[in-house]
């Protein structure tokens, strides 16, 4: 059974910096996976973020974060990681991470979900 732990997030003021992990358990770390973070405010559709190949460490980003956050990843200890700087108070949601086969931007391609971590930025 895949498990997806978030850990990280927090309550922080606008500019500072937050660094989120995900650890992943009883999944087969192979060339088909595919590792993405995706964040979700209230009564809206959970936003992508970031993706990663978990092999190649190909990366892509949502223009809307793109140059701030960071997407990464620990083979040895399985834990994915997202860094976030400069972060702003349109960026309070709860983030999870998230696992699929495919390269993709849509979270209904993702099979397995974290239970998310809170991050609230205040200005």
């Known amino acids: 059974q895949v498990t997806l732990v978030e850990s990280g997030g927090g309550s922080v003021q606008a500019g500072d910096s937050l660094k989120l992990s995900c650890a992943v358990s009883?999944?087969?770390?192979?060339?088909?996976?595919?590792m993405a973070w995706f964040r979700q405010t209230p009564g809206q559709e959970r936003e992508f973020l970031a993706a990663?190949?978990?092999?190649?460490?190909?990366?892509y980003y949502a223009d809307s974060v793109k140059g701030r956050f960071t997407i990464s990843r620990d083979n040895a200890k399985k834990t994915l990681y997202l860094q976030m700087n400069n972060l702003k108070p349109e960026d309070t949601a709860v983030y999870f991470c998230?696992?699929?086969?495919?390269?993709?931007?849509?979270?209904?391609?993702?099979?397995?979900w974290g239970q998310g971590t809170q991050v609230t930025v205040s200005s």
């Open positions: 998230a696992k699929s086969v495919i390269h993709s931007i849509e979270s209904k391609w993702y099979t397995d």
């Open positions: 990663m190949s978990w092999i190649e460490g190909n990366t």
């Open positions: 009883g999944l087969s770390l192979n060339s088909y996976v595919r």
